[in-house]
């Protein structure tokens, strides 16, 4: 049993202990005062909040039945807690990333969140779907975990347009689409980028582009390799 599930089961048997206790004294024989009618009694309450936390750690810890995949754009924190190895603080992040940065283009992007790494993110192909927006699924095998956001629809680097100076991508040349090709940067970012680069000039730096809203320093870590801006 881990410590948030430890936690989890104080918090209701605490809940459940201290709505036991106040039905007895509200609701105990010769009581000169009883419930109003029509109007839940402090013990309900607790009782039903109780019940709330018992019912949200069995939905969380539902395991997975054979086949069973969730959509990684669409499910809540219960249903991402569920997945192995994430917990409810990953969860979270994972909903925040979602909600400031759009939706997951592929299960690869969940490199983004801090917390999962490649090999994580692989761990959970199999639990993951990923809707787009046409509706359709994409194989969740067909991306791996270090593949950049929407890399598929991207040229591939050694025939990149005049964004790549040689196998790398020129940050002052480069469009949203090729700079899609890094890893960590999706749609959204690489628009940001371009609309960076249009307001402030060129970089004169690669670490310039940390500037750019979204773009931290652990994102920046994996893409220096692959950027250049001669």
Known sequence: MTDRERKSMLRAALLLTGAAVIRFVVVAPGSAEPPLEDRPSIADSLLAAGDSVVDSKERRSRPFAAGETIDLNAAGEEELDRLPGVGASIALRIVQDREQNGPFANVGELVRVSGLGPRSVEKLQPYLR??????????????????????????????VRSGVAGARINLNRATAEELVALPGIGVVMAERIVAHRSTHGHFSKPEELMEVSGVGARTFARIAPLVTIR
Do not use: E, N, Y
């Open 130 to 159: 990923v809707r787009s927006a046409t509706g359709s699924i994409p194989s969740a095998g067909a991306v791996s975990p270090r593949t950049s956001p929407r890399a598929t629809k991207a040229p591939p680097r050694t025939a």
